[in-house]
């Protein structure tokens, strides 16, 4: 632990008089020192347009972002570079399935079933797609503990449903969907299941052939890479048939006056320069996250969460979001404390040293599903200790007391 601490510099400075614990890993996580310098190397030694250039640093350039691309394949199991498509991130990814197989495969009262758990950016997309075609939008119903029965997706997924979209994990509840049962029962209806993974790819292995997605979206700054960088996953036989919604260079093969076309796969959906160095990052980033081992990290993080929960049951008026079981759960633990605005909370805390995040967390419908407006989230990632989990508790102690005694 003390050597992966090592890696991440920002970790190493005091916040308001004391040592940072930043819990905020599920907005964006910090970066080693690796994806710095790769970063860093390409802009200093190898700055270059990709795919254009015959000439050296072109060249080294290109071969670091396809690199990259090879790398994120084998991360995922994907079977092959061509399903790996570069976007800037988890949202553009999903957008990019709702506009481009969605507006193609999805008529006037065909069903797209989601989770009342999704974050906005896989919620609006379908929420638009369905305005714009006359389609049905449904929701799984959440037990009482923010979990989806299998009864409820066998009883919600119908022959006229044509996508299912849904976290594998949520950001505000940390369940842990069973999304390769939600994918046999999709296809066995005839739609394709879409995945988002912005909060399970930094956190957990995944094998999208085992999984069987159709697509699935993550992006680089929630697993130790660069801001502005993420992938989708689509299995090759449904984007050959898709069209691109970006036009431009990079992505043309010929081009005439009054008709072009396209090049393969992956390139068709990657118009203009691409963010280069993000990729870059990003394959560093992945040499980082497979060293350490994406087993070792999810247990890591299930030890800390069953520590958290342990802990902060013993502080009265606290109430946890999500399942109980650290097994069925993320690296993060949202909730809220009686009388104490989220956003004081995470006030006070900042104040102690503890980066914490506080608001609807872009779950507008899941706060009103849990009938609050706002809660708390701390989020864990591998540079974690149970000694930040302390620093945590004491901190929510010390805002408890201090709104008693205002208030």
Sequence with gaps: MNEIRKQFPVLNQEVNGHPLVYLDSAATSQKPIQVLEAVKNYYELDNSNVHRGVHTLGNRATDSYEGAREKIRKFINAKSTQEIIYTRGTTTSLNTVAS??????????????ISYMEHHSNLIPWQQLAKEKGAVLKYFDLEED????????????????????????????????????????????????????????????????????????????????????????????????????????????????????????PWKFEGGTPNIAGAIGLGAAIDFLTEIGMDKIAEHEHSLVEYAIQEMD??????????????????????????????????????????????????QPLMK??????????????????EDVDRLVEGLRIAKEYFNDVF
């Excluded at 481009?100 to 079933?113: F, K, L, P, Q, S």
């Excluded at 296809?187 to 094998?207: K, R, W």
Aim: with cysteine; proline share 3%; net charge negative.
């Design 100 to 113: 481009a197989y969605g507006r193609m495969n999805v008529n006037e009262g065909d069903e797209i079933v």
């Design 146 to 265: 923010g979990t989806i029965t299998m009864e409820t997706v066998r009883n919600t997924i119908t022959d006229k449903t044509k996508i299912v979209a849904i976290t594998m994990a949520s950001n505000v509840l940390g369940t842990i969907n069973p999304v390769k049962e939600i994918a046999e029962i999709a296809h066995s209806h005839g739609a394709i299941i879409v995945l988002d993974a912005a909060q399970s790819a930094p956190h957990m292995s995944i094998d999208v052939q085992d999984l069987d997605c159709d697509f699935l979206a993550f992006s680089g700054h929630k697993m130790c890479g660069p801001t502005g960088i993420g992938v989708l996953y689509g299995k090759q036989a449904l984007l050959e048939v898709m069209e691109p919604i970006e036009f431009g260079g990079e992505m043309i093969d010929f081009v005439g006056l009054y008709e072009s076309t396209w090049k393969e796969l």
């Design 314 to 363: 013993k502080i009265e008026g606290l109430s946890i979001y999500g399942p109980r079981d650290p097994q069925k759960r993320c690296g993060l633990i949202t909730f809220n404390i009686d009388g104490v605005h989220p956003h004081d909370l995470a006030t006070v805390l900042d104040m102690n040293g503890i980066a914490v995040r506080a608001g609807h967390h872009c779950t």
């Design 369 to 386: 599903w849990l009938q609050c407006t706002a809660t708390a989230r701390a989020s864990f990632y591998m540079y974690n200790t149970k």
